[in-house]
T-cell receptor, first 116, second 116 residues
């Protein structure tokens, strides 16, 4: 079984400050890990994904995340917050097999607020 | 290249009724997954279709059923609607890469279902 835990349902940062959203995973197999962003009344947009290549993953809009197996973590960071970053962020985990797509298991989300 | 589209955008039904939600996959994608996102929660996996066959199911009762068509579009049907079925229903398309594991799932904007 796989799961993710997102620490902090709400995070507020000032514009220009560092963004850090926390995600810890649990998986009995080497995981694939994802961060998605959801703007109000919209679907999910992929920010970045980890698929067992480089442990530091760079995504869109200057977001990045680092896979740390020893800490079972996959925290999302951005050096300088923008007002447009205000949204809901979801961490997700899947397994992988030699065929087909594995389901995504999502965390409960973190709502990011940017303070002007 | 068109993305994932879903219809309708919003839907209001009463308890006990039946509903059909539709999804058109991104061009070239052969796998469709459906997720239910209750208010304030992360998406929950309902089921996945690959080549018109169900290819995995989450913890949802049989009154949730689906179809995938030869053009890879898909339907989600829910019978005997209950109040707790009120949620955002998300469709995601992807490519099953035989021997290469999981591909990214691309989400549509969702259908917001309200059950009264």
């Amino acid at each position: 079984a796989q799961s993710v835990t997102q620490l902090g349902s709400h995070v507020s940062v000032s514009e220009g400050a560092l963004v850090l959203l926390r995600c810890n995973y649990s998986s009995s197999v080497p995981p694939y890990l994802f961060w998605y962003v959801q703007y109000p009344n919209q679907g999910l947009q992929l920010l970045l994904k980890y698929t067992s290549a480089a442990t530091l993953v760079k995504g869109i809009n200057d977001f990045e995340a680092e896979f740390k197996k020893s800490e079972t973590s996959f925290h999302l960071t951005k050096p300088s917050a923008h007002m447009s970053d205000a949204a809901e962020y979801f961490c997700a985990v899947s397994g992988h097999s030699n065929f087909g797509n594995e389901k995504l298991t999502f965390g409960t989300g973190t709502r990011l607020t940017i303070i002007p | 290249e068109t993305g994932v589209t879903q219809s309708p955008t919003h839907l209001i039904k009463t308890r006990g009724q039946q509903v059909t939600l539709r999804c058109s996959s991104q061009s070239g994608h052969n796998t469709v997954s459906w997720y239910q996102q209750a208010l304030g929660q992360g998406p929950q996996f309902i089921f996945q279709y690959y080549r018109e066959e169900e290819n995995g199911r989450g913890n949802f009762p049989p009154r949730f059923s689906g179809l995938q068509f030869p053009n890879y579009s898909s339907e989600l049907n829910v019978n005997a609607l209950e109040l707790d079925d009120s949620a955002l229903y998300l469709c995601a398309s992807s490519v099953a890469l035989t021997g290469l594991g999981t591909d990214t799932q691309y989400f549509g904007p969702g259908t917001r279902l309200t059950v009264l």
